[in-house]
């Protein structure tokens, strides 16, 4: 007998326990689903802003992108090279503007905010992309042109 009882395998994880578990599980997905599906915010509120300037992007012949002031129209810089970040945030929001039927008229809104975060917004679509998020050098690719001012006439 003695024998017998240590060749059984130790008893299996009680079923009430697995039961709670599963309900835990299920009432956790319930919660999210119902977020999601309802279109609550889960964000925290915006700190005020700090700064913000309207800048537009525009494509260039020889590769390069465009930033211009999204008031005066006036040139801050030319942006060569890949730029991965760069290109990738605006096309995640020019993809918007085109399936929605707008065009690259209207300009984005750069926002610095008191906490320090940095918001790119585009207001014909809603949309926004927190540059913090990614880092302080992707961050930084975009706070170098809040205060910019036109760029220089080249000496070629």
């Given at each position: 007998m003695d024998l017998q009882r240590r060749t059984m395998r130790p008893d299996p994880v009680p079923r009430a326990v697995l039961?709670?578990?599963a309900a835990l599980l299920l009432g956790t997905l319930l919660t999210v689903g119902s977020v999601r599906i309802g279109g609550q915010s889960v964000r925290a509120p915006d700190a005020p802003?700090?700064?913000?300037?309207?800048?537009?992007?525009?494509?260039?012949?020889?590769g390069g992108?465009?930033?211009?002031?999204g008031t005066s129209g006036h040139l801050i810089e030319t942006?060569?090279?890949?730029?991965?970040?760069?290109?990738?945030a605006l096309r995640?929001?020019?993809?918007?503007?085109?399936?929605?039927?707008?065009?690259?008229?209207?300009?984005?809104?750069?926002v610095a905010r008191t906490d320090g975060r940095l918001t790119l917004l585009d207001p014909a679509t809603g949309e926004r992309i927190?540059?913090?998020?990614?880092?302080?050098?992707?961050?930084?690719?975009?706070?170098?042109w809040l205060r910019a001012g036109p760029a220089l006439p080249s000496k070629d």
């Open positions: 039961l709670g578990g802003a700090a700064e913000q300037r309207a800048l537009r992007f525009e494509d260039r012949a020889d992108i465009a930033v211009l002031d942006v060569h090279g890949e730029q991965g970040f760069l290109r990738g995640g929001l020019a993809r918007e503007r085109w399936r929605r039927g707008l065009g690259a008229e209207r300009p984005f809104e750069l927190d540059l913090e998020s990614f880092g302080p050098d992707n961050a930084g690719v975009f706070a170098r």
